[in-house]
């Protein structure tokens, strides 16, 4: 399988694993798990051709990690970032490091500056343990900006953070005063 293909179906699977079963009729579980056959077969109807060999190699290789297998590897899910709201990652809360980072663009900083940093459509507002992984974040929509947030502060005041496969730090919003607007 060469790189664009590659693209091409993990970019497939970040939809109907993350955001539109319905797009090709896909169940999901409560869990987000989605049967490997019935995906393999759903998929066709939109032309997303792969065998499971080619399936395995999109996870392993993946560089943001953004899908895993169960453990017999019969079924696949995407390891957070979901707009569905009824799937349920059975993320653990877990303290997180003093600091973590956001990466956005300066078009939404105005929208931050008064509401704090926002789950909006998703389930989770996404933070970094790394300031390059910000910046890659934040480049996907043009020039990154990064802001600290204090979670080690939001921990101790009660706010749940939770830790995905992939190392994306989750929690359900950011308030204005713990994050730091200036790097």
């Known amino acids: 399988m060469n790189e664009k293909d590659k693209k091409r ?10 955001h539109d079963p319905e797009h090709i009729d896909l169940r999901l579980d409560k869990n987000g798990w989605a049967i490997i056959d019935e995906l393999q077969t759903k998929s066709k109807s939109r032309r997303i051709f792969f065998s499971v060999e080619e399936l395995k190699t999109i996870v392993i290789t993946n560089d943001k990690q953004r899908f895993s297998f169960n453990e017999d590897e019969t079924k696949i899910r995407a390891n957070q970032g ?21 990466g956005t663009v300066s078009k939404f900083i105005g929208a931050i500056r008064k509401e704090g940093l926002q789950k909006r459509s998703r389930q989770h507002v996404h933070l970094s343990k790394s300031i390059d ?8 929509r043009g020039k990154p900006l990064v802001l600290s947030v204090r979670t080690g502060d939001m921990f101790k005041k009660g706010f749940k953070f939770y830790q ?20």
Request: charged share 25%.
């Open 164 to 183: 995905s496969k992939n190392d994306v730090w989750l929690t359900d919003r950011v308030p204005i005063e713990f994050i730091n607007f200036k790097n």
């Open 133 to 140: 992984t910000a910046i890659t974040v934040g480049s996907r």
């Open 9 to 18: 179906i993990s970019k497939f699977l970040s939809l109907v694993l993350r």
């Open 82 to 102: 979901h707009s569905v709201k009824t799937i349920d990652l059975e993320f653990e809360a877990v303290e997180p490091p003093m600091f973590l980072y956001h």
